[in-house]
């Protein structure tokens, strides 16, 4: 009894020794494996899988994606394996939190895709289901969103499960209205974030002022596998004003809008293309227009509004400036003489004016203290005021009696 004890836990230290080896040294043992021919390795890998390891889930290790609000993002999940099985299941879940329920996002089933919930419209698969990439789209994405997100990939009579997790951090929304000065440079982002090293195949940038007319072509980028810059294109009144200044091995496809022009208010789309998938961004430009600086001076005249005599135009208003001179300087004297002349006139007939008034006053205050003084005598201050002379008639024996100046 003892004996059977004793082989029976050497038999479970040796299985759990070899379940360490297994695990340690799995991607060996998986090349190994695949070079072995056909009927041994279809043998070997459920063993090692199955029983070895004690487990059906094959994880891979989790990636992180950065990505702004109203971005798109790929999230990534490809299953490289030797065999040529048929992919029968893929499930997207999402979880806000390290204990937080898992929401499903989209499950594929017998070839038929289905959104959930709240990411109706907003997700859908981009991968190449034939070679085992179930990768996933997020369009328009919101805060709500930020999480773990964990692919799950299920293969025709095969029961490892492939899963790969996909850590989605969500920062603020870039802005997506840009103002600038006439004159002035403005970069015009457009990054399409991924965690799939995807090589982008094509590059447009179009520009649309709004009106009804047709998009005008502002740049086209080109990648070449020969030359790492690639080759890029700008047609029209953008030519020689835009440059493509994004980092394209990193899917980044900002341009540089150089001596902006009134009429470049308008919406710019950039469209990346990988292959069959495009991401498109699209941002709107307000051009403010400089006022125009108010100067009397000829150097004020833009060239374009002078044309091609400038010299003869400013000689000519200089000239002119010089004649009129001793012209307005007569006018300026004559004024100044007019006003001088008229103010001693206004002086002089002050001046005769004034003995006048002092006679008048007087006698206007003399005969108003005479009335205070005599009370009544309206009379006698007539005849003192106008003295009546004897006429022929009167008797020469009684003339006027004399009477001191002031008596009554």
């Known amino acids: 009894m003892k004996t059977w004890l ?4 050497a038999g479970s230290e040796g299985f759990n020794l070899m379940t360490t080896f297994v695990r340690g040294n799995w991607h060996k043992i998986e ?53 040529e099985k048929r992919v029968t299941k893929i499930d997207w879940t999402v979880s806000s939190g390290e204990h937080a329920k898992e929401d499903y996002v989209l499950y594929y ?15 859908s698969l981009v991968g190449d289901i034939l070679r085992n990439d179930g990768s996933l789209l997020l369009q328009n994405v919101e805060d709500a969103d930020q999480g773990t997100y964990t692919c799950e990939i299920r293969l025709e009579k095969e029961s490892l499960v492939f899963k790969k997790a996909v850590v989605l951090h969500v920062l603020p929304e870039e802005p997506r209205e ?10 015009l982002g457009c990054v399409f974030q991924s965690t799939e090293e995807k090589r982008m195949t094509k ?19 080109y990648p070449k596998l020969s030359v790492p810059v690639g080759y890029s294109q700008n047609w029209g009144r953008f030519q020689n004003r835009v440059t493509l200044v994004g980092d394209t091995s990193r899917n ?6 150089q001596g902006v022009k009134g009429s470049d208010r308008g919406s710019y789309t950039c469209s990346i293309h990988l292959g ?22 000829p150097v004020a005249l833009r060239p374009e509004l002078l044309g091609g005599n400038q010299l003869v135009i400013i000689v000519g208003i200089v000239c002119g400036t010089i004649l009129l001179l001793p012209v307005l300087i007569l006018i300026v004297k004559r004024t100044h003489r007019s006003k001088s002349s008229v103010t001693s006139t206004t002086l002089e007939n002050i001046k005769k004016a004034d003995p006048e008034k002092h006679v008048y006053s007087s006698i206007a205050t003399r005969e108003q203290t005479e009335e ?21 008639r009167s008797a020469p024996s009684n003339p006027p009696e004399k009477r001191p100046l002031g008596e009554f």
Not at 44 to 63: A, E, F, K, T
Not at 109 to 123: I, T
């Open 276 to 297: 069959n998938l495009t991401f498109r961004k699209t941002t709107s430009l307000h051009v403010i227009v400089k006022e125009p600086q108010t100067s009397v001076t």
């Open 31 to 83: 090349k190994l494996a695949s070079s072995m021919f056909c009927p041994l390795k279809l043998i070997l890998m459920p063993v090692l899988l199955d029983y070895s390891l004690g487990l059906n889930d094959l994880i891979v290790s989790s990636l992180e994606l950065t990505v702004c609000v109203g971005d798109s993002a790929l999230l990534g999940c490809v299953f490289q394996s030797t065999e």
């Open 109 to 123: 089933y017998a070839n038929l895709s289905v959104p959930v919930g709240r990411f109706k419209n907003r997700v």
């Open 252 to 257: 980044d496809a900002s341009i540089l809008l």
């Open 203 to 221: 590059v447009d940038w179009t520009f649309s002022s709004g009106e009804p007319a047709k998009e005008e072509v502002v740049l086209r980028y």
């Open 6 to 9: 004793s082989q029976e836990k």
């Open 178 to 187: 840009l103002t600038v000065h006439v004159g002035d440079s403005i970069q």
């Open 372 to 392: 205070e003084e005599s009370s009544g005598k309206a009379e006698a201050t007539y005849m003192t005021m106008h003295p009546v002379w004897p006429s022929v």
